[in-house]
């Protein structure tokens, strides 16, 4: 009798897993063909994270075009991107255009590029840059350049082809933001508000879209090796390095990788990382759940991981204070 229950049991638990894996197998294979021959559109997809999904995307059939101001630049991560594609038959495109210019010149651009390469399926924000420092050392100048090419690039470039895309009936809009869009860094104030600013312009813009078959997705990148980021590293104080760190640091590709697959997915965070996954749940507020998993967390978590985030807040209030000893201790034995 134990026998045949043994081997009921074991042939129930192998028919059930032959199942979940050709379900998950034809989840993900349907969501790569749902881009093949589709045009998707990526803003700051000459360099780093928006060049990598750009990549990501070509490797599954799509058709692509890239965003950015820089023609040398965007000629050759094109070349790049055209190495990787799928079949003979796909189109790829670069738009030389500053996002936060003329809004009229942005949209004849993209309405001229939607005309040669057909109707977008995804349109990826990924152009941006961190000026780091603390408030009284950053210039006006260097805000600007912040406000503008992380908060007004992105909500040009995605007035310009929401109605289009609302029009189709379908599509995909990702947001590019930053962990910094869930926690106010040292020496990443104006950074980290112009993040903040795309959390809100995200959510709304979901809520605008949703009955008209769009999704969007808030991409929540933590340090990213990438060009933009070796930039940064110029003035970065060394308080917002170590605290920046404990979200790690990843690479171009597993970043692109990740918000491309959760954007096909249809989920409306797209972290990456243990840190990142955790202020998903703590850091949820208004945002659209998209999984019942996901939401069950954020109701039985939330309140516990407040004592963490208390716990990460004491660490950082440790680094800073320690920075500012030594700082002082390094100026008092200069005099
Ligand atoms: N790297 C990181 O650690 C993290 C990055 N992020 C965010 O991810 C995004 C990409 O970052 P990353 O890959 O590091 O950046 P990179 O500097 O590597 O690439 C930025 C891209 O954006 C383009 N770009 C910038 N401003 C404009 C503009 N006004 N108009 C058109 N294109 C523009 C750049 O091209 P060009 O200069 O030629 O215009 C380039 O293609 C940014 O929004 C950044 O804030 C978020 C968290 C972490
Ligand atoms: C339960 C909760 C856990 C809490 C974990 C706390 C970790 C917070 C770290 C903040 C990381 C900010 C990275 C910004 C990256 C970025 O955008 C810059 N590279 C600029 O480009």
Redesign the pocket.
Known sequence: MDHIMFALITSGILALSFVLATILKYKFTAKKKCLLGRHVMV?????????CIALEAAKIGANVT?????KN??RS?LEEIKGQCLNNDQKFNYL??????DYNVVKTTFNNAVDDMGPLCLFV??????ICGTLEDISINDIMKMI???LI??IQATKAIVNEMKQNGYGSIVI?????SFCGVYGLSV?SAT?FALRGFAEALSMETKNFGLKVTL???????????A??LKDKPLETLLI?ETAK?FT?EE?GRKILQDTLDGCFFSAIGFEGHLMTISCSGMAPFTSYLELICQVFCTGIMRLIIVYYQSTFDKIIKKCKLDREQLKNNKT
């Open positions: 803003t700051g997809g000459s360099s780093g994270i928006g060049k890239i965003v950015a101001r820089n630049r965007l991560a030389s255009v500053d996002l936060a210019g924000n990924c152009a941006g840059l961190a503008n090419n992380n690039s992105t590019t933001s930053s962990l910094a950074y993040k991409a929540l990148p933590p340090d990213t090796d990438t060009p933009g980021y930039n940064e920046s640091l171009p970043v």
